[in-house]
């Protein structure tokens, strides 16, 4: 059985509620009218409902089972309004909170955020930025995680496996990507991925030194401590963490080495070279970020993305949902 389709297995019989701020996309609107169609989740799109039906009547598109809900005239505004107040804890005023939630990020997040929505997915249109600094300020993470990560699913037919930090974190301290590690751990066993972690680096086992490889072998400590349940070992090159026999060569005593499915890089920026090499010369299918750590789901889109990246996301972020 394909990711996917174990995935819609999964939410099906859940209907999960997933808000959508970017309710005037094209791609927004197809891909909610298709999971509403095969009865996957519950679409609720922000933005002038007549307006969203004009832009779905020309792509001959039906809304007729999507919850629309118009941010800026919205009947229970009140309640929204100060639960962001109490919720800011005297970082914004009453003014402030409803100039906030003209914003449709910070509306969809307060949905997600009082259980009016269970997760939400944007960032077809607005920045990563947008999509997560509401999230951040509103859900916030989980008891005893510090920040929120990045992860995507590589996968191409029946092979699928995880990256980490792809999206977020610019240079992770070795707690804090001892934190991401576990954490897509979790995401992995979710997604019916062997959460077995490598830390990556370009050196296997003290075979070169520096401060950075050092960085690593601290996060590998760490993440061991905080995840004993998991396979994690590190530090260990791409090679030995993934081919059987190069590992027999490098790191002969790992568990983890050569069998490895969950990708923790060292930064963002070989976090992010990394996938996209997958991406664009392994021929593998990338679908992400998803953001790991906070209470709720929230994911965010690329800006270049198309109706099927939507699609396949809101699929993950509900499937998130099972977590809670």
Known sequence: MSLFESLKQKISSKRVRVVFPEGYDIRI???AVRLSREELVE?????????????????????????LIDHQNYEGIEEVVAALVERRKG?????????????ENYFGTMLTYLGKADCMVSGAIHSTGDTVRPALQIIKTKPGISLVSGSFII???????LFADCAINISPTPQQLGE????SAKTAELFDIDPIVAMLSFSTKGSAKDERVDAVAEATRIAKELGPQYQIDGELQFDAAFVPEVAALKAPESTVAGKARVFIFPDLQSGNIGYKIAQRLGGYEAIGPILQGLNKPVSDLSRGCIEE????????????????
Request: proline share 3%.
């Open 29 to 31: 609107i197809g891909a």
């Open 180 to 183: 991401i590690a576990v954490e």
């Open 155 to 161: 996968f191409k037919r029946n092979e699928s496996y």
């Open 309 to 324: 990246d939507v699609y396949k996301l809101a699929i993950i972020t509900a499937a998130q949902t099972l977590l809670d």
């Open 43 to 67: 679409p609720i799109l922000l933005g002038n409902p007549d307006k969203i039906r004009e832009v779905a009547h020309n792509a001959g598109l039906k809304t007729s089972n999507l919850t």
């Open 91 to 103: 970082k914004a005023t009453e003014e402030q909170a409803r100039q906030l939630l003209k914003d």
